[in-house]
Nanobody, 121 residues
Framework: HVQLVESGGGSVQAGGSLTLSCTGS????????MGWYRQGSGNDCKLVLA???????YYTDSVKGRFTVSRHNANRTLYLQMNSLRPEDTAVYYC????????????????WGQGTQVTVS
């Protein structure tokens, strides 16, 4: 069965950095669009960054220039490098996968991880 396991969350001061990792299994990682959503105190789950299997990147404007998404297909791992963190980045971050890709700007992932908390103070 499909599994997405996140790691790397934690607490950091404003201006600091964190790297999240997500390892996938049970699906064709190379063919999947992969990305990160987050759910903050407002309870809306919003797209942060996504990286399609063919290289296109989707992102929300608030993280542009601060967050970077990358993937290592051989290790079946997706990364989210977060720099210049702000208190408003505090949220539970979810790894997500579209396999097969839906070609909808990563709006409807079929698979989700359990989430990892990021707290910026």
């Amino acid at each position: 069965h499909v599994q997405l396991v996140e790691s790397g969350g934690g607490s950091v001061q404003a201006g600091g950095s964190l790297t999240l990792s997500c390892t996938g299994s049970g699906f064709s990682f190379d063919d999947a669009d992969m990305g990160w959503y987050r759910q903050g105190s407002g309870n809306d789950c919003k797209l942060v960054l996504a990286l399609a299997s063919y290289g296109t990147t989707y992102y929300t404007d608030s993280v542009k220039g601060r967050f970077t998404v990358s993937r290592h297909n051989a290790n079946r791992t997706l990364y989210l490098q977060m720099n210049s963190l702000r208190p408003e980045d505090t949220a539970v971050y979810y790894c997500a996968a579209e396999c097969p890709p839906q070609f909808d700007d990563f709006r409807s992932p079929q698979h989700w991880g359990q989430g990892t908390q990021v707290t910026v103070s």
